[in-house]
């Protein structure tokens, strides 16, 4: 069974400083994998799609890594700012049709 | 584009009582999906449909019908629900069933007393 963790849970970090994120995954037999980013009662929105074969994606100030044999990618925000205050979240896409989740990593900038 | 539309936004149930959450799109998506959202669960797969007129169980249906009208919309139904359905559901849609990026709904929150 597919398992997403995330680590840490939360992150507090001042404005400016670069932001990065984890996100690790059991069975490296995944289609893609996908960044959202959920505000405070709100849905998801995607940041960035990893298809398997990639090894990073890139938008603005975005940039995420993938590396499927060791089963784990990372998200880099540089330069962050009080409006990068959100949840995070990763998902991937594997056999069946399913898309699991992490449990997200809530991310505080002060100002 | 409205993107994904679900109605209602908030709603509080009875026990025992059913009800149906509406999903639309307008990004001509054949997937859809039905998702939940608990604290410490994080996001659940309750059903998809990967096509009009096809529809598949997820991770957690026990308790939930679906019924893919059209290409465009997608309701889930509680037909006598329980307060372990209380959470924040999602519809989601996407253009194929691999090889998509999904875009997700304002959510639908549900109370169950």
């Known amino acids: 069974k597919q398992e997403v963790t995330q680590i840490p849970a939360a992150l507090s970090v001042p404005e400016g400083e670069n932001l990065v994120l984890n996100c690790s995954f059991t069975?490296?037999?995944?289609?893609?994998l996908q960044w959202f980013r959920q505000d405070p009662g709100k849905g998801l929105t995607s940041l960035l799609l990893?298809?398997?074969?990639?090894r990073e994606q890139t938008s603005g100030r975005l940039n995420a890594s993938l590396d499927k044999s060791s089963g784990r990618s990372t998200l880099y925000i540089a330069a962050s700012q009080p409006g990068d205050s959100a949840t995070y979240l990763c998902?991937?896409?594997?056999?069946?049709?399913?898309?699991?989740f992490g449990g997200g990593t809530r991310v505080l900038v002060k100002p | 584009n409205a993107g994904v539309t679900q109605t209602p936004k908030f709603q509080v149930l009875k026990t025992g009582q059913s009800m149906t959450l509406q999903c639309a799109q307008d990004?001509?998506?054949?997937?859809m999906y039905w998702y939940r959202q608990d604290p410490g669960m994080g996001l659940r797969l309750i059903y998809y449909?990967?096509?009009?007129?096809?529809?598949d169980k997820g991770e957690v249906p026990n308790g939930y019908n679906v019924s893919r009208l059209n290409k465009r919309e997608f309701s889930l139904r509680l037909e006598s629900a329980a307060p372990s359905q209380t959470s924040v559901y999602f519809c989601v849609s996407g253009v194929t069933q691999l090889q998509e990026t999904q875009y997700f709904g304002p959510g639908t929150r549900l109370l169950v007393l």
């Open positions: 990004m001509n998506h054949n997937s």
């Open positions: 069975d490296s037999a995944i289609y893609n």
């Open positions: 990893i298809q398997s074969s990639q």
């Open positions: 998902a991937v896409r594997a056999a069946g049709n399913k898309l699991t």
């Open positions: 449909s990967a096509s009009e007129g096809t529809t």
